[in-house]
Nanobody
Framework: QVQLVESGGGLVQPGGSLRLSCAASGSIFSINAMGWYRQAPGKQRELVAA???????NFADSVKGRFTISRDNAKNTVYLQMNSLKPEDTAVYYC???????????????WGQGTQVTVSS
């Protein structure tokens, strides 16, 4: 009923850029927030960036000044523009959305399948 589809991952050289996209579809009444998490091998999943429906943003300290998150509420889509990429950014990136499917139901977390981002020479 709710699906998050990610795209835009790939292999880039250090200093390069990538733009990730995530579109939510299905039965959606409202989306409170959308964001991106990442998980590198052997490490815990961490929040990279998030944006609320009102435009408030939050970034991990490690990506501040390099990454930009934006959201198209009409399209239920969130984007992550990643610039000045470093090898430390290598991870599987997961889209997350806090979705209220119907006016009478509580919000719940939904996740995309993940997209690989590899930064290497």
């Amino acid at each position: 009923q709710v699906q998050l589809v990610e795209s835009g991952g790939g292999l880039v050289q250090p200093g390069g850029s990538l733009r990730l996209s995530c579109a939510a579809s299905g039965s959606i009444f409202s989306i409170n927030a959308m964001g991106w998490y990442r998980q590198a091998p052997g490490k815990q999943r961490e929040l990279v960036a998030a944006v609320t429906s009102g435009g408030s943003t939050n970034f991990a300290d490690s990506v501040k000044g390099r990454f930009t998150i934006s959201r198209d509420n009409a399209k239920n889509t969130v984007y992550l523009q990643m610039n000045s990429l470093k090898p430390e950014d290598t991870a599987v990136y997961y889209c997350n959305a806090r979705i209220r499917r119907y006016y009478y139901t509580p919000e719940g977390d939904y996740w995309g399948q993940g997209t690989q981002v590899t930064v290497s020479s």
